[in-house]
């Protein structure tokens, strides 16, 4: 069923972005696989722009969601021959070389078979750390709350929302594996989009081969199907690229309005993606310096402004309605915002602190050692760039000698995301859009030594021996950390959900008990407890990012019971379920004051309800100034 709605779901994106594809005049695609290529892209974009206004006008449900999914199939299904045409592409000549046939079809290989893991752990039920702190969180508060609803729990809901948008959508229409399976498929259209523009610019031998490269980065993969939106906002930046290279191209202002759009989604997607901003500038301008048109220049700086803003300025107004800071969380010692969310500039300065500590320096000899220290020395859920690029990579940079003066504008774009990556937080999945056009260029100085006779037999042997060793070891990685998820059990229904999450989460049985036994009208502090407001059906209160600081001031200076309690009714607070290892374990984040005062408190004033993991959930009996009975786990448990 999740499949059959994903297929029908882009299929609506396809026939939304052709209706306004049709409103641009003169667009002219290579073949049909670029025109469904863009169309369905940008109609992603209009779907969300679709649910942003719905959610803003509180009149978002499922009914609603379902109705706008049966407009679009029915409104453009006179438009279809693009996509009946698409097979036919993949059938053609084109893709099927009379030479390099043994590498194309190594490459399919692989690629085929990341796609198949990809698609089985979608299907499986959400339990990435983002996903559930915010990615899916927010849609599903929206969504409940039938409408635009503050969190101010949450700093991480007051980032645009263009990719949670469709997640909505999926939410509405079936589960958080439908919203997975909708996510991985604007990676698909990314994976297609370079395929298409390797295709297209570079040589129909070795097209497959670029999406290969990138897909199979072991931290890209297994973000791919997590309902995260670094890999989507790598799909907009490149799609920008490849709007900008067809206008140059084809001489066409239509194109310059499409790599607006993109560039407007790709910022609203991650914030991190803003420096596309000063490259589309540096793009149109080296364009209108070509042709020598400064007015059309001028023009279309104006449109990739103002195009910009409107698709980022919904979420701009949403944080200044509710904050009186359209940039909050960020900027607060200039704009404000604290007395809104629960967030201060002290907490801010400490977490840039932390992002700053990512990575493995930020010196210039940092710099020049970078392709070593990502390759050898990354490590997943660490400080050292939080996952793993591989050795494909590394492999490949010889590749590199074979650019020549055509690559330099993928080479400029590259360059400047990957310093842009370098000088602030070094995550590696932040990388993705810089990885994106480095495929390119691997694979464009790749075919330069294999078709231009640069290189002889044996050193085109000794690449393409190197190239599969590293697509083996890729995979390897890959294949292992699938078959420790294991998401096949849950697919053919040898583990209920419940059970998947349990060994995905260990959290979530505590969770799940907060949800049995709470009502409406309680609401649970979280402690530690990783924030996944997703797995969270009760009303609840969670500190981002330093999730021990309400707990801190409620019982700061609180020897008096009576103060505490006080403190609690006046947050409406009536359980706190909270990580035992972290509050009363050896790396307690209290101190022995706060610990001991919040234990009395416990035993005075709480009442054990559940106890699994290490998670434990405490209902605090505020009218009672009477002992509790004696706990049935002790807290030195």
């Not at 453009?76 to 000549?93: C, D, R």
């Amino acid at each position: 069923m999740d499949f059959a709605l994903f297929l029908l779901i882009f299929l609506a994106f396809h026939n939304s972005g052709q209706l306004l594809l049709n409103k641009i005049c003169g667009l002219k695609f290579s073949d049909p696989g670029e025109a469904v290529l863009f169309s369905t892209a940008l109609g992603s974009i209009v779907f969300s722009g679709i649910i942003t206004v719905l959610v803003f006008s509180g009149f978002i449900n499922s009914a609603v969601c379902w109705s706008i999914l049966v407009v679009f199939l029915v409104l453009g299904w006179k438009n279809l021959s693009h996509v009946k045409k698409l097979l036919s592409v993949f059938n053609s000549p084109i893709s099927q070389p009379a030479e390099d046939s043994g590498l194309r079809n190594l490459t399919q290989s692989f690629l085929g078979l990341l796609v198949l893991l990809s698609i089985g752990s979608a299907f499986a039920p959400a339990f990435a750390n983002d996903a559930l702190v915010y990615h899916l969180a927010v849609p599903k508060a929206f969504l409940q709350a039938g409408g635009l609803v503050h969190l101010p729990n949450n700093i991480y809901s007051l980032f645009p929302q263009q990719i949670e948008m469709l997640y909505l959508f999926a939410l509405a229409l079936g589960s958080d594996s439908l919203a997975q399976l909708t996510g991985l498929g604007i990676v698909f259209l990314l994976l297609f989009a370079l395929w298409q523009y390797s295709k297209k610019n570079i040589h129909k031998n070795y097209a497959w081969l670029t999406p290969l490269i990138f897909i199979s980065t072991p931290t890209f993969f297994s973000v791919a199907s997590s309902a995260y939106v670094d890999l989507q906002a790598a799909a907009y930046v490149f799609l920008a690229f490849y709007s900008w290279k067809n206008g140059c191209d084809q001489k066409q202002p239509g194109w310059f309005f499409l790599m607006t759009l993109f560039a407007g989604a790709a910022i609203a997607t991650k914030l991190t993606t803003v420096i596309i901003l000063p490259l589309a500038f540096l793009g149109l301008a080296l364009h209108g310096r070509t042709h020598k048109n400064l007015k059309q220049t001028v023009s279309q700086c104006l449109i990739l402004i103002f195009g910009s803003l409107l698709i980022l300025s919904p979420w701009l107004a949403r944080n200044y309605f509710f904050t009186g800071n359209p940039v909050a969380p960020f900027f607060m010692n200039i704009f404000g915002g604290e007395n809104a969310i629960n967030w201060d500039v002290v907490r801010s300065q400490m977490q840039f602190q932390y992002y700053s500590s990512l990575g493995m320096g930020h010196s210039f000899l940092d710099f020049l050692l970078l392709p070593i220290n990502l390759t050898f020395f990354s490590e997943a859920h660490s400080l050292k760039f939080d996952g793993h690029i591989g050795i494909v990579y590394l492999l490949l940079i010889p590749a590199l000698l074979g650019l020549d003066r055509k690559s330099i504008p993928l080479a400029i774009v590259f360059s400047v995301l990957l310093i842009f990556w370098f000088m602030q937080t070094q995550y590696i999945r932040l990388l993705a859009p810089a990885f994106a056009f480095l495929s390119v260029l691997l694979v464009t100085g790749l075919t330069q030594l294999f078709q231009k006779n640069k290189i002889g037999k044996k050193e085109k042997l000794f690449l393409t021996s190197i190239l599969t060793l590293g697509l083996l070891f890729n995979t390897s990685i890959i294949m292992k950390e699938w078959f420790r998820v294991d998401p096949l059990s849950y697919i053919l229904k040898k583990e209920s959900r419940e059970q998947y999450l349990t060994r995905q989460v260990k959290a979530f049985p505590s969770y799940q008990d907060a949800n049995e036994m709470l009502t409406e009208k309680d609401k649970v502090l979280l402690v530690y407890m990783g924030n996944l407001g997703y797995l969270m059906d009760r009303p609840f209160f969670s500190d981002t990012f330093f999730e021990d600081h309400t707990l801190t001031k409620i019982i700061d200076k609180g020897v008096y019971a009576a103060d505490i309690l006080n403190r609690l009714k006046v947050r409406g607070i009536t359980h706190v379920l909270f990580n035992f290892h972290y509050i009363f374990g050896k790396d307690s984040v209290l101190t022995m004051g706060e610990r001991a005062i919040f234990k009395n408190l416990l035993i005075k004033h709480g009442e054990q309800l559940s106890a699994k993991n290490g998670f434990l959930l405490y209902h605090f009996m505020l009218d009672s100034q009477s002992e509790n009975q004696k706990q049935s786990i002790p807290l030195n448990h």
